[in-house]
């Protein structure tokens, strides 16, 4: 079956670490999208890819990395600059020709500070 | 002002009864609507999108008012596997653009026994 996968589930960072999450999808979409939740919040962009090889900031860029060298794959790093990065980390995926499909998400990472 | 706003609720409404949520939006260019639900430490999962005619699929019944710049969920007979949150969902590019989906904050529903 299609779909989006993100690894790991849980992940814990300590101060002054870089972390990557994974997030791995099969089903031929084009664009690739990071997104951070806090609790009782709305989703935030962080990044966002249309075509391998190229990326674009969010809203909330600031602290974090990606690459997206193959079409399936876009991971995120977490770096030592995002000061508070206690957060439910989200990946989804879009066919850009189809608006009307929204976005498939994984499952989620959800990070912790230790 | 939040370009998606909703009432985060909680509404607690009883099994059985119809309920309905509301949202607005700031952007007059917006082209695409959506409902999502997202359950409680999981992701969002798509519910329905919303068409300018209204449409509805089961007990789900989704408004969109252009004018208002005014989205609805309404459900009907409510089950307890209804209790989550709801998130309204706006695309402000129409296709051919990476969409970069704004999420309201979320409407929670707790269906009661």
């Known amino acids: 079956d299609g779909g989006i996968t993100q690894s790991p589930k849980y992940l814990f960072r300590k101060e002054g670490q870089n972390v990557t999450l994974s997030c791995e999808q099969n089903?031929?979409?084009?664009?690739m999208y990071w997104y951070r939740q806090d609790p009782g919040q709305g989703l935030r962009l962080i990044y966002y890819?249309?075509?391998?090889?190229?990326?674009q900031k969010g809203d909330i860029a600031e602290g974090y990395s990606v690459s997206r060298e193959k079409k399936e794959s876009f991971p995120l790093t977490v770096t030592s600059a995002q000061k508070n990065p206690t957060a439910f980390y989200l990946c989804a995926s879009s066919l850009i020709q189809r608006a009307a499909d929204g976005y498939t998400f994984g499952s989620g990472t959800r990070l912790t500070v230790v | 002002r939040k370009e998606v706003e909703q009432d985060p609720g909680p509404f607690n409404v009883p099994e059985g009864a119809t309920v309905a949520f509301n949202c607005t939006y700031s952007?007059?260019?917006?082209?695409?609507f959506f409902w999502y639900r997202q359950d409680c430490r999981k992701e969002p999962k798509l519910l329905m999108s919303v068409y300018s005619s209204g449409n509805e699929d089961g007990r789900f019944t989704a408004q969109l008012n252009r004018a208002s710049q005014y989205i609805s969920l309404l459900i009907r007979d409510s089950k307890l596997s209804d209790s989550a949150t709801y998130l309204c969902v706006v695309n402000p590019k129409a296709s051919g653009s990476a969409r970069q989906l704004t999420f309201g904050s979320g409407t929670q529903l707790t269906v009661l026994p």
């Open positions: 952007n007059s260019a917006s082209q695409s």
């Open positions: 890819s249309q075509i391998v090889n190229d990326f």
């Open positions: 089903l031929n979409h084009d664009a």
